[in-house]
């Protein structure tokens, strides 16, 4: 039942009430007018018959009075207080001294009673009323003692009830046609107010789905249009509010999402309850899926990170631990796991922090200071035992003295390109190397340096060819550095190519650039070397270098140059089958 259906049950019910009542309460105001103004009748008619002289003992006389009171239309009796009915207008009636009106005359003089009678079905009014009655002269042989009688009159009470349903009909119908007009009013009223309602409901509905667009209601100036606009104001500040913690956690998101650091926060019973897009690129987990809720246990194998967000999650401040990930190309990282208080639920943030490169560059550090020890020592120590050998007496040695002063130089040379060659790196390194760029001819490049290296080449049967195109175009360089650059890659040709062996030196131009490429047929460098070679001490045979005056840092300060240029400096080789070095340098324009 609908809130239209209770309420128009409800108004109707309380309105037949109402009414009934009412009905009620008239019928009974009606019945009782009705019934003493009988009686007033009765009382008047028993007043004008008791001024009737009367004689008592002519029973023909009182039948006569009787029947002229019945004219009247009551029916009139006259019963002796002893019982005896003397006369009655309707014979046969069962009017006796038992009856509670006539009792009562009898007792007080006057009685009055109502009694349903079935023949007539209808309420007759009984009105007794005694009187003593005094003998008359004609009956002057009777005892002179008063007796009591009591006259009964009798009227049947007007059809109330006709007369009220013919007045209680119209106001019935009156009624009913004031409710129906009444119902069709609301109803129509209530359609409005019902679809408003609705409309309301489903803007309810649809703000809890999320949708804030305003609610448009025609002006009513009532509670629902209020209703309506409370509803509008409280959507469009819960759309803003909505949309500063989106825009607050797009941005939230965009910012974790874009870091390089690995971030996750994890609950206090060791669950992701978030991470970001690197920490599952860190750990492998990008084809795992859905890593957010799942214990940080089953994801990431780490016994360090794992121990780590144990200690912060015990509540110590700051614990830092270190990880390797990948077995290919492990990677390190730093962990710090930091405790968090977030209202009343305890976690850790994990930052995982790539050190990959900062841990490569320790290594390079303490190995270059291990590689620049070992360079020095060989040479001090061949100096320092050359110069006590000569020093313990073998100055007074003719046939020795020179050939150990001769080592001790050979050393010392050394040493002192080993100093030059790491001045010029460090130089080069912390940007002081000064270059002078100019156009410089490739060919007038080329012969330069290979002319000191034809030199060498005769000797070890090594043949240097050079092939270079016509109109090659000047590149843009400082002659001095890239004179050194080609004279280290010819150097090392000729240091790494047995007799008999070749060594090419050609040039080509594309792209606005040219590329000059030494060619040798030498022992060749293994694929895993090649990269390293670059690195500075680094040798593939360091006894031979050594043995060859090499440093091992001419190829790393070629590619410092090259780079410092703008160009590149790279190696394809073969082992057994020789090395091609080549390096690329813009053109002049
Ligand atoms: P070095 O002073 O030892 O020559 P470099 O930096 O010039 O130092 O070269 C580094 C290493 O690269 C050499 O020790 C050698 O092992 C390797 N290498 C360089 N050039 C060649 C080549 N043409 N053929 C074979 N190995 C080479």
Redesign the pocket.
């Known amino acids: 039942m609908n809130f239209f259906s209770r309420s128009v049950l409800a108004l109707f019910t309380l309105v037949f009430i109402v009414l009934a009542a009412g009905d009620l309460y008239t019928w009974r105001v009606i019945r009782r007018q009705a019934q003493e103004a009988g009686f007033d009748e009765l009382a008047a008619l028993a007043r004008t018959a008791r001024s009737h002289q009367l004689d008592l003992n002519d029973p023909l006389a009182l039948h006569r009075w009787i029947a002229e009171i019945a004219t009247s239309g009551a029916q009139a009796a006259l019963i002796g207080s002893n019982g005896q009915v003397l006369a009655d207008s309707a014979p046969g009636s069962t009017v006796g001294i038992k009856d509670p009106e006539i009792q009562q005359a009898l007792s007080t003089g006057e009685g009055r009673s109502v009694r349903y009678s079935d023949p007539l079905r209808r309420d007759i009014l009984y009105y007794a009323v005694s009187f003593a009655a005094t003998p008359s002269p004609a009956s002057a042989s009777l005892p002179a003692t008063s007796r009591a009688y009591v006259l009964l009159l009798a009227l049947p009470l007007p059809d109330v009830d006709r007369q009220f349903s013919a007045m209680r009909r119209p106001v019935w119908a009156a009624f009913l046609i004031l409710l129906a007009s009444a119902i069709a009013v609301s109803l129509l009223d209530f359609r409005g107010t019902a679809r408003r309602v609705r409309g309301l409901k489903d803007f309810a509905a649809r703000m809890a789905a999320g949708d804030f667009r305003p609610l448009r209601a025609a002006p009513a100036g009532d509670a629902l249009e209020e209703l309506a606009r409370a509803l509008n104001e409280t959507a469009a500040r819960l759309n803003a509010s909505i949309g500063v913690l989106t825009d607050e956690r797009n941005r939230s998101a965009a910012i974790l999402g874009s870091m390089i650091e690995g971030v996750a926060v994890i609950s206090g019973d060791e669950r992701i309850l978030f991470s970001n897009r690197a920490f599952s690129r860190i750990l492998g987990l990008d084809n795992v899926g859905e890593i957010e809720g799942r214990p940080l246990l089953e994801v990431a194998r780490q016994s360090d990170l794992l121990s780590a967000i144990k200690l912060a999650l015990s509540g110590q401040e700051q614990v830092t631990s270190e990880i390797a990930v990948g077995t290919v190309r492990p990677r390190s990282f730093a962990v710090t796991a930091a405790p968090v208080q977030a209202s009343s639920h305890k976690g850790a943030v994990l930052v995982l922090h790539e050190i990959t490169d900062l841990r490569r560059l320790e290594r390079v550090r303490q190995d270059f200071v291990a590689n620049v020890s070992h360079e020095f020592r060989t040479p001090l120590t061949a100096i320092q035992g050359f110069a006590e050998t000569l020093l313990g007496g073998a100055l007074e040695d003719p046939v020795n003295r020179r050939r150990f002063v001769e080592i001790i130089r050979e050393h010392a040379t050394r040493l002192a390109r080993l100093t030059e060659d790491l001045l010029k790196l460090s130089r080069i390194e912390a940007g002081q190397l000064k270059l002078e760029f100019r156009p410089v001819s490739v060919s007038q490049l080329v012969e330069s340096c290979v002319e000191t290296a034809q030199l060498k080449a005769v000797p070890k049967q090594l043949a240097l060819n050079v092939r270079l195109p016509d109109g090659l175009p000047p590149v843009r360089g400082d002659a001095h550095s890239l004179q050194e650059v080609l004279q280290?890659?010819l150097?090392?040709?000729l240091?790494?190519?047995p007799a008999g062996g070749k060594i090419d030196v050609s040039a080509s131009c594309s792209d606005g650039r040219v590329v000059v490429t030494?060619a040798?047929t030498?022992?060749?460098?293994p694929q895993a070397?090649q990269e390293r070679?670059?690195e500075r001490f680094?040798?593939?045979?360091?006894a031979?270098?050594r043995e060859?005056g090499?440093?091992?840092?001419?190829?790393?300060i070629?590619r410092h140059i090259m780079e410092a240029h703008g160009g590149r400096l790279w190696?394809e080789?073969a082992v057994g089958e020789?090395?091609r070095?080549h390096f690329s340098l813009p053109i002049a324009s």
């Open positions: 280290n890659l150097d090392n040709a240091q790494y190519t030494v040798d030498g022992i060749g460098i070397e070679i670059f680094y040798r593939v045979d360091a031979r270098s060859a090499g440093t091992g840092l001419g190829l790393s070629a190696v080789s020789g090395s070095f």
